[in-house]
């Protein structure tokens, strides 16, 4: 039985992020691995590979194993997080919405990789450009021009 979206907080929120970190971490280090491997079987072939349509080609059955468990890895990550009650909104750019109530009315708390903290939310109907800073959430470290 589905019981609807978990809402956070803005704190339950960033009781995540260190976990999140980590988990966008190995992402992106398995991403790192998987590239050059797509590139070297090619789109086409690495895409057969993973939907189990077509054998590896001849010799290169070592690195379709490599490809399907790097993928694997990136599943299970996404899962993961998933799992957490949060949602992966863009892998590649490491977007996680939380589910959150403003003013009894239903929006995403937004949380990019990299960001210390989760200081941004947006409308469920609005994405990554939407996003408003939540008042009273710390502001990021400053940045200074080279």
Known sequence: MDEGPRFF???EANGLVAA?????G???RVRSELAPLVESMG???ASRVLQEEGAAPAGREEDARHLVALAAEITAAVERINAMGCLVKDLEAGLVDFYALKDDEPV???W???ERAVGHWHALDEGFGGRKPIEGAASPEP???N
């Open 26 to 28: 190995r992402v992106a």
């Open 9 to 11: 907080t803005v704190e």
């Open 43 to 45: 789109a086409e072939v």
């Open 20 to 24: 999140l970190e980590i988990e966008f």
């Open 112 to 114: 990019q990789f990299g």
């Open 143 to 145: 940045s200074f021009p």
């Open 108 to 110: 995403f708390l937004c």
